[in-house]
T-cell receptor, first 112, second 112 residues
Framework: KQEVTQIPAALSVPEGENLVLNCSFTDSAIYNLQWFRQDPGKGLTSLLLIQSSQREQTSGRLNASLDKSSGRSTLYIAASQPGDSATYLCAVWDGATNKLIFGTGTLLAVQP | DAGVTQSPTHLIKTRGQQVTLRCSPKSGHDTVSWYQQALGQGPQFIFQYYEEEERQRGNFPDRFSGHQFPNYSSELNVNALLLGDSALYLC???WGTGNEQFFGPGTRLTVL
């Protein structure tokens, strides 16, 4: 059964720092991996999608990597800003069940 | 280009009642998925609709049912509401299955 884990559960950093969020999954048979941002009580905003054949994707200050064989992905945020404060969720499209399976998220607080 | 829309935004029901939530997918998308997100947790997959049929289903009881209309919009119905059904219900749309998911703002359901 596919399980997705995100570490750390919460993170607080001063403004301007570069940071890394981690995501791990137990079954490498995935179609893709997607990173989302969620503000309190709101829906999810898609940040980056990495296909299973890709190693990384970049969008602005965000860079996501994927190592399918080791079951790991990282989301790198450069020069963090208070507006980056949110919960970050990763999700894998599981090949065995054909479903999107989420981690529990990392709550990020960027202090001004 | 309108994104995914959901209605209503908030809903309060009492135990035993029935509820219907609605979702309109992003323009050009033909697949709709529904998720339940409890406080502090990642979204849990309920089911997915494509070509007006339920294609995949998560571990949810038959009290949860859905429908997809010819215009690709979708409804989620929950019967015999329980206190534990209180959650944020999210709708996501995509072009086909296994592709990038775009989420709506969610419907906050409170069961008293």
């Amino acid at each position: 059964k596919q399980e997705v884990t995100q570490i750390p559960a919460a993170l607080s950093v001063p403004e301007g720092e570069n940071l890394v969020l981690n995501c791990s999954f137990t079954d490498s048979a995935i179609y893709n991996l997607q990173w989302f941002r969620q503000d309190p009580g709101k829906g999810l905003t898609s940040l980056l999608l990495i296909q299973s054949s890709q190693r990384e994707q970049t969008s602005g200050r965000l860079n996501a990597s994927l190592d399918k064989s080791s079951g790991r992905s990282t989301l790198y945020i450069a020069a963090s800003q208070p507006g980056d404060s949110a919960t970050y969720l990763c999700a894998v499209w599981d090949g065995a069940t054909n479903k999107l399976i989420f981690g529990t998220g990392t709550l990020l607080a960027v202090q001004p | 280009d309108a994104g995914v829309t959901q209605s209503p935004t908030h809903l309060i029901k009492t135990r035993g009642q029935q509820v219907t939530l609605r979702c309109s997918p992003k323009s050009g998308h033909d697949t709709v998925s529904w998720y339940q997100q409890a406080l502090g947790q990642g979204p849990q997959f309920i089911f997915q609709y494509y070509e007006e049929e339920e294609r995949q289903r998560g571990n949810f009881p038959d009290r949860f049912s859905g429908h997809q209309f010819p215009n690709y919009s979708s409804e989620l119905n929950v019967n015999a509401l329980l206190l534990g059904d209180s959650a944020l219900y999210l709708c996501a749309s995509s072009w086909g299955t296994g592709n990038e998911q775009f989420f709506g703002p969610g419907t906050r359901l409170t069961v008293l």
